[in-house]
């Protein structure tokens, strides 16, 4: 019954509603902007002080004269040029050992053969380019170029056992190891 007296009259300043909630007075507003103003400035500096620690700790985990630390170089650790001289004969001749498993078409043995010995054969190599006065490098560098761009082609050649394409990076990987080796 109460509710149907309250249809009844219809007052309207009680059905209409109230949207004082969502107006805020002025030094609430005030408090509201500093606090958000506040947040903000805390987060970058929280930001900062944090790629700041990541920075440093990069630091620390990369350096080269720290005891325990990585060793990203592409140059074999602590290899010496006669070292690299004295190995890259040796890992050049078994580059070139390939040839019995590329007859037999046994793709998979010459591709991890292959990688092997030429990863060897790459550190030696840099590592005398790396050496050598600076108007003899950029000859060396494009005949290294060459012969790993063909050492990766027999590569992808093998794993799509594709014969032909195989026998011919040999022959043009064959033919870039002997200028090399003429050349150091």
């Not at 400035?41 to 350096?63: C, D, H, K, P, Q």
């Not at 840099?126 to 790993?148: A, D, H, V, W």
Request: proline fraction near 3%; hydrophobic fraction near 40%; charge should be positive.
């Amino acid at each position: 019954m109460a509710l149907r007296s309250f249809i009844v009259q219809s007052n309207l300043t009680q059905i209409t509603p109230n949207f004082t909630c969502c107006v805020k007075p002025p030094s609430q507003s005030r408090k509201m902007h500093e606090k958000v103003f506040l947040s903000n400035v805390s987060r970058r500096i929280m930001m900062v002080a944090s790629m700041t620690s990541v920075l440093l700790a990069g630091e620390a985990i990369f350096n080269n004269q720290v005891a325990n630390g990585f060793d990203f170089r592409f140059v074999a650790p602590d290899q010496t040029i006669e070292e690299a001289d004295d190995g890259i004969r040796g890992h050049a001749q078994a580059l070139l050992q390939i040839k019995a498993l590329i007859e037999s078409e046994s793709w998979g043995e010459t591709q991890k053969a292959l990688r092997q010995s030429s990863s060897f054969l790459k550190q030696d190599i840099y590592t005398i380019i790396q050496n050598k006065p600076g108007s003899e490098r950029p000859q060396l560098r494009k005949l290294y170029s060459n012969l790993f761009n063909n050492v990766t082609r027999l590569d992808y050649a093998a794993r799509n056992k594709d014969a032909s394409r195989v026998w011919q990076c040999y022959e043009n990987i064959v033919i870039a190891v002997n200028d090399i080796l003429s050349r150091i």
